[in-house]
């Protein structure tokens, strides 16, 4: 059974509603419905799909529970997103005082943006010529 496409990744939050409020102010996704799990989260869409779920430490899964949000995340590196509107973002970002770092990779015209979550995950944005 192949993969298809990635659903979501989900963000263990020291500051939960700090966290809603950069990926839904600053990145530009949408808050959405979210399932009553019993527990306090937000789940932020890319247009009609929920790829982001925020919990606090009574919503991890069971194996992660206990573990530090912001602590070492293993191999895990960054999360990347494409986009289609480089300047209103970098316009955005500035906005909001969110520091960022840049990346040209011309022979494949691609403009790069990176930023650090309130949770320290790095979060690439990728603009095509």
């Known amino acids: 059974m192949p993969l ?3 659903e979501h990744y989900t963000v263990h939050c020291l500051d939960l509603e700090g966290t809603r409020d950069f990926y839904r102010d600053v990145l530009g996704l949408k808050e959405g419905p979210r399932p ?14 929920p790829v982001v779920h925020l919990l606090g430490a009574d919503g991890a899964l069971p194996e992660n529970r206990g573990c530090e949000p912001g602590g070492d995340t293993g191999s895990f590196d960054h999360i990347a997103f494409r986009g289609s509107d480089v300047a209103t973002t970098l316009e955005n970002l500035k906005k909001h005082g969110v520091a960022y770092r840049e990346n040209h990779i011309r022979d494949f015209g691609l403009h790069q943006v990176f930023v650090r979550d309130p949770n320290g995950i790095t979060v690439e944005m990728n603009f095509r010529r």
Do not use: D, I, M, S
Not at 36 to 49: D, N, Q, R, S
């Open 4 to 6: 298809e496409a990635l």
């Open 36 to 49: 009553k799990l019993g527990f306090a989260g937000h789940w932020l869409y890319c247009g009609e799909v």
